[in-house]
C-alpha cells in the first residue's frame, strides 16, 4: 500500500481518477502546447533553505560540510532520520530546487499528492505555481511541523509545493 492510501484528499493515478481542477492549464513557464499530461506526484512542505540546513547540521555535529554542497544529502538524510523518530511515520524530506543556484533546498514533507497535471518542464521537476493546483499550507500539520524543526533548532522556511 502506498504511503498516501492513508492521507486525506490523497489520490492515486492509477487507481482513481484526479480531484476536480487539477488537470489545469500547464506550467506559467511553458506555451500551452508544450505541456504534457503526466502522472506526477506532487508534495507539500516546510521549506528549509540550504544554508539554514547546512549551518543547523554543522552547528548540531560539529562537522564542517564542504562549500561546494557535495554533502547536502547528509543535511536531507540526517533529518529525515531525525523526523521518522520523532514523527513515527513522516512523509519524508525532499530536495526543493532553486531557480538561483545549482544546488538545493530542503523540504520537510506534510502533504503528498499523485495525480495527472499539466506540467511543462523538462526536467519534470518544478514548484507549483498555478493557484488552482497548490495545496494549501494552513493546517495543523504545517503547524506541527514547524514547531518541530523550531525544536530542533532550524528555523523553517514558508510553505511550499512542489512536481516531483
Same mark, same amino acid.
Given at each position: 500500500? *502506498?504511503?498516501?492510501? +492513508? %492521507? /486525506?484528499?490523497?489520490?492515486?493515478?492509477?487507481?482513481?481518477?484526479?480531484?476536480?481542477?487539477?488537470?489545469?492549464?500547464? #506550467?506559467? +513557464? *511553458?506555451?500551452?502546447?508544450?505541456?504534457?499530461?503526466? +502522472? =506526477?506526484?506532487?508534495?507539500?512542505?516546510? %521549506?528549509? $533553505? +540550504?544554508?539554514?540546513?547546512?549551518?543547523?547540521?554543522?552547528?548540531? @555535529?560539529?562537522? !564542517?560540510? /564542504?562549500?561546494?554542497?557535495?554533502?547536502?544529502?547528509?543535511?536531507?538524510?540526517?533529518?529525515?532520520?531525525?523526523?521518522? !523518530?520523532?514523527?513515527?511515520?513522516?512523509?519524508?524530506?525532499? =530536495?526543493?530546487?532553486?531557480?538561483?543556484? /545549482?544546488? =538545493?533546498?530542503?523540504?520537510?514533507?506534510?502533504?503528498? !499528492?499523485?495525480?495527472?497535471?499539466?506540467?511543462?518542464?523538462?526536467?519534470?521537476?518544478?514548484?507549483?505555481?498555478?493557484?488552482?493546483?497548490?495545496?494549501?499550507?494552513? #493546517?495543523?500539520?504545517? !503547524?506541527?511541523?514547524?514547531?518541530?524543526?523550531?525544536?530542533?533548532?532550524?528555523? $523553517?522556511?514558508?510553505?511550499?509545493? =512542489? @512536481?516531483?
Amino acid at each position: 500500500m *502506498s504511503i498516501t492510501a +492513508n %492521507l /486525506p484528499g490523497a489520490h492515486d493515478a492509477h487507481n482513481s481518477p484526479p480531484p476536480e481542477g487539477k488537470e489545469a492549464a500547464p #506550467s506559467h +513557464n *511553458s506555451p500551452p502546447s508544450a505541456a504534457r499530461r503526466t +502522472n =506526477y506526484q506532487m508534495v507539500g512542505g516546510i %521549506l528549509i $533553505p +540550504n544554508e539554514e540546513g547546512v549551518r543547523w547540521f554543522e552547528q548540531t @555535529y560539529g562537522r !564542517e560540510l /564542504p562549500k561546494d554542497h557535495r554533502a547536502d544529502a547528509s543535511v536531507r538524510m540526517e533529518l529525515e532520520r531525525i523526523l521518522t !523518530e520523532v514523527e513515527g511515520e513522516p512523509l519524508g524530506v525532499e =530536495y526543493a530546487p532553486r531557480c538561483d543556484a /545549482p544546488w =538545493y533546498d530542503f523540504l520537510a514533507a506534510t502533504q503528498l !499528492e499523485r495525480g495527472i497535471w499539466g506540467h511543462g518542464n523538462p526536467d519534470g521537476i518544478d514548484e507549483v505555481s498555478l493557484s488552482g493546483q497548490q495545496m494549501k499550507g494552513d #493546517s495543523a500539520r504545517e !503547524e506541527q511541523m514547524c514547531g518541530i524543526l523550531r525544536k530542533l533548532g532550524l528555523q $523553517p522556511g514558508e510553505f511550499k509545493c =512542489y @512536481y516531483l
